[in-house]
């Protein structure tokens, strides 16, 4: 793990710190709204252990607090990682192989995929996605565990408006990506489609169908070198 600090260069340093404390604060929120709404403290410090993926995190305690069954709240939030699905494929040579195909596919989330797919080497590629994912995770638990304390005596934690914060990271994250014509294509098709599906499907479906934005994508760097 020593090797990997080292191959990080000072701004994307900057850059993964930064984003670790925005899903902080991001944790923060999630963890008062979740007290705020009548659960006990443990539900969201240990879902943010063992589950560890924000937007299902958010999407289970809003279902559940809404009177919705947990089992329907589980499907969904299962729904919305399976994204995870084609994340995993993409960066199979970057989490490696052995006992660190478990710890990596755990602390999998959009950000630390997104620094990874913006190096060019695959070392690079390793450094970025274990760094940002160990992290977002030691932050994102501590805020968890912050927010939730505080969810007993903050009363309205909508007022806070903290919950924008976690939208604001992953544009802030696909903002360079869409420099490129190609890339810029395939997410406005994809980002048609999941808002046209939004009005009529369950949670989660809407992203999974934004994949078809992937047929207008046309990569400019030869087969080998994008699999690289």
């Known amino acids: ?14 850059d993964i710190g930064l984003v670790c404390l925005a899903d902080g604060v991001v944790g923060l929120s999630y963890g008062a709204i979740s007290v705020g709404n009548g659960l006990p403290l443990w539900v969201p410090v240990v879902l943010s252990i063992v589950v560890f993926a924000g937007a ?6 809003g279902i559940v607090a809404a ?39 755990h602390l999998m989330t959009d950000e630390n995929v997104a620094f990874a797919l913006g190096q060019d080497e695959v070392r690079q590629k390793r450094a970025a996605y274990w760094a ?45 990506a869409l420099r490129d014509r190609s890339t810029r294509t395939a997410a406005l098709a994809g980002s048609v489609v999941a808002l046209a599906a939004t009005p009529f499907l369950p949670a ?5 169908l934004a994949l078809v934005g ?12 994008v699999a690289r």
């Open 67 to 105: 009177g919705g069954s947990p089992i329907a709240a589980m499907i969904a939030g299962l729904l919305v990682n399976t994204r995870h699905v084609a994340f995993g494929l993409a960066l199979s040579d970057v989490i490696g192989g052995g006992w660190r195909r478990v710890p990596g596919s």
């Open 204 to 208: 989660g479906l809407p992203v999974l």
């Open 132 to 176: 940002a994912g160990i992290g977002i995770f030691v932050c994102w638990n501590v805020g968890v565990l912050v927010g939730g304390l505080a969810g007993t005596v903050i009363t309205d934690t909508d007022v806070f408006g903290l919950d924008a914060a976690f939208p604001a990271v992953l544009l802030a994250l696909v903002l360079p």
């Open 56 to 61: 299902s995190q958010f999407l289970f305690v």
């Open 214 to 225: 992937l047929v207008f994508y046309r990569a400019d760097k030869p087969a080998l070198e």
């Open 1 to 14: 793990m020593r090797s990997i600090w080292r191959t990080l260069d000072r701004g994307l340093a900057r």
